[in-house]
């Protein structure tokens, strides 16, 4: 399969259209972790790379894809925040009943994260060319985003209703707080061990 970004952007307009069956063929997929972990590194840099020029914008609204700190600290944080949900929606589809493989989840959700990156480019351009409706494009992206990840579900999990699947993202969500909140926790408590007295 070829990837330059004709194919990968007609691969996003099929994912769009028809997220189940994205998922079904990334799904069969057989490639290493290694370079699954690879590929969601690079789409996380790229995509904080894009937010970043995003926010030199002068006069830009205040767009749903806000991080915070400098492109190193966002990157960090997006990208433990996107492993972090990637292992709970692994293990909780299991939970759940789901059929997932921790290597399906991995690409799916760096699938995911490529259509993401998609979106904020959308994005990204609607502030330069109409920034009065940037922040529609923004809401409209989210919603296609759930679109695509609750159909990526399902057939991950091999779920038979997208109920099933907003379930475990409803379920995940929590357990991403729980998780995220327990390795703020070790960092601040590690953090002040360490700190000056």
Request: aromatic content about 12%; glycine content about 12%.
């Amino acid at each position: 399969m070829r990837f330059d970004l004709p194919t990968i952007l007609t691969l996003i307009g099929q994912s769009l259209r028809d997220p189940a069956n994205m998922a079904d063929q990334i799904t069969r997929l057989r490639v290493p972790h290694s370079v699954g972990w690879m590929m969601l590194a690079l789409v996380t840099i790229l995509t904080v790379m894009l937010v970043t020029a995003e926010r030199m914008i002068p006069g830009r609204p205040e767009m749903l894809s806000n991080l915070g700190g400098s492109p190193f600290v966002d990157a960090l944080f997006m990208g433990s925040m996107t492993v972090v949900f990637i292992f709970v929606l692994y293990y909780a589809g299991l939970a759940m009943g789901g059929k997932g493989s921790f290597g399906g989840t991995l690409l799916v959700m760096t699938w995911f994260q490529t259509i993401v990156l998609f979106l904020v480019v959308i994005q990204f351009f609607a502030v330069l060319i109409a920034p009065a409706v940037a922040t529609l494009v923004s809401l409209v992206g989210f919603g296609l985003q759930i679109w695509c990840l609750l159909h990526f579900l399902n057939v991950l999990h091999g779920f038979d209703s997208l109920g099933k699947a907003f379930g475990l993202f409803a379920v995940s969500i929590i357990g991403f707080v729980f998780g995220l909140s327990f390795i703020l926790l070790l960092v601040g408590g590690a953090a002040f061990v360490g700190g000056p007295v």
